[in-house]
């Protein structure tokens, strides 16, 4: 079934202007100029083809015709307050769907959802491995990316941008190479890793040194089982937290990404 269109602010406007039964009234509600609400109820009536309101006397007064739909315009707008409620409903939601790369989650990510949860016991979480899944089609609230921006997304970094290279303790004077961080010209790797995480399993591992992002292998660094070579430095790509405009603006999704970002 065709459905008609409605000019839904015009209807908003006359069911405030029939409450107040002043265009004056109906304005500082809505926030608008009067002239404003009779443009609106004349386009309205135009639309229609029916008299809303008429002067008398006394004051505005509705007509018969203007009676006749109002109650239905009430309980229609409480239908969609209903409606937006519902579809709302996913913001106040205790679920978080999350695709984040491994390595991250491991070394970074795991632990302050942990300790997000501490403060919200009853939140629940879906973990997805590919970070570049659709949202849509993984249903995601959030991803982790090792990007160079958010792109079209909404999104914050985690961390800045930096990179090292680093080896373990004895590991041979070879390269590790993974797509996210180009060797040096002229360089030649003797291991492929098809990401940060295989290349930093390379890494402890002692099949040679890698360019990683500094966030990856602070731990490692710190406890001896990487060593520095070089840097670290400032570097191109850093692990963005991203989704789009409609998630971020949820309230769990803010709750989420203040907590990420807050000051350890």
Same mark, same amino acid.
């Given at each position: 079934?065709?459905?008609?269109?409605? @000019?839904?602010?015009? %209807?908003?406007?006359?069911?405030?202007?029939?409450?107040?039964?002043?265009? /004056?009234?109906?304005? +500082?509600?809505? *926030?608008?100029?009067?002239? #404003?609400?009779?443009?609106?109820?004349?386009?309205?009536?135009?639309?229609?083809?029916?008299?809303?309101?008429?002067?008398?006397?006394?004051?505005?007064?509705?007509? +018969?015709? *203007?009676?006749?739909? $109002?109650?239905?315009?009430? =309980?229609?707008?409480?239908?969609?307050? =209903? !409606?937006?409620?519902?579809?709302?409903?996913?913001?106040? !939601?205790?679920?978080?769907?999350?695709?984040?790369?491994?390595?991250?989650?491991?070394?970074?990510?795991?632990?302050? $959802?942990?300790?997000?949860?501490?403060?919200? @016991?009853?939140?629940?979480?879906?973990?997805?491995?590919?970070?570049?899944? +659709?949202? /849509?089609?993984?249903?995601?609230?959030?991803?982790?990316?090792?990007?160079?921006? @958010?792109?079209? %997304?909404?999104?914050? =970094? %985690?961390?800045? *941008?930096?990179?090292?290279?680093?080896?373990?303790?004895?590991?041979?004077?070879?390269?590790?190479?993974?797509?996210?961080?180009?060797?040096?010209?002229?360089?030649?790797?003797?291991?492929?890793?098809?990401?940060?995480?295989?290349?930093?399993? !390379?890494? $402890? *591992?002692?099949?040679?040194? #890698?360019?990683?992002?500094?966030?990856?292998?602070?731990?490692?660094?710190?406890?001896?089982? $990487?060593?520095?070579?070089?840097?670290?430095? =400032?570097?191109?790509?850093?692990?963005?937290?991203?989704?789009?405009? @409609?998630?971020?603006?949820?309230?769990?999704?803010?709750?989420?990404? #203040? !907590?990420?970002?807050?000051?350890?």
């Amino acid at each position: 079934m065709k459905r008609t269109h409605l @000019p839904l602010n015009a %209807l908003r406007v006359f069911d405030a202007a029939a409450r107040h039964l002043s265009f /004056t009234r109906a304005a +500082d509600e809505l *926030a608008v100029t009067p002239a #404003a609400v009779g443009q609106q109820i004349r386009a309205l009536e135009d639309h229609l083809g029916t008299v809303l309101f008429r002067r008398t006397s006394r004051g505005l007064e509705l007509t +018969d015709e *203007a009676l006749a739909g $109002l109650d239905a315009l009430r =309980e229609g707008f409480l239908r969609f307050e =209903e !409606s937006v409620q519902s579809m709302q409903a996913g913001q106040a !939601s205790d679920r978080y769907t999350i695709a984040a790369p491994r390595e991250f989650y491991a070394q970074w990510l795991a632990p302050r $959802l942990a300790r997000f949860r501490t403060a919200n @016991p009853d939140i629940h979480f879906q973990l997805v491995a590919d970070e570049n899944a +659709d949202f /849509t089609e993984a249903n995601l609230d959030v991803a982790v990316r090792l990007v160079d921006g @958010p792109g079209e %997304l909404e999104g914050v =970094e %985690l961390a800045p *941008a930096r990179r090292v290279v680093v080896a373990a303790p004895g590991a041979p004077d070879s390269w590790i190479d993974w797509p996210g961080a180009p060797l040096p010209e002229g360089a030649e790797a003797q291991v492929q890793a098809g990401n940060a995480g295989q290349a930093l399993s !390379s890494s $402890l *591992a002692g099949l040679g040194k #890698a360019i990683l992002p500094y966030l990856l292998v602070e731990d490692a660094l710190e406890d001896g089982r $990487l060593t520095a070579l070089e840097g670290p430095d =400032e570097g191109r790509r850093a692990y963005w937290l991203v989704a789009p405009l @409609p998630q971020w603006r949820q309230k769990k999704v803010k709750a989420l990404v #203040a !907590s990420l970002t807050a000051d350890e």
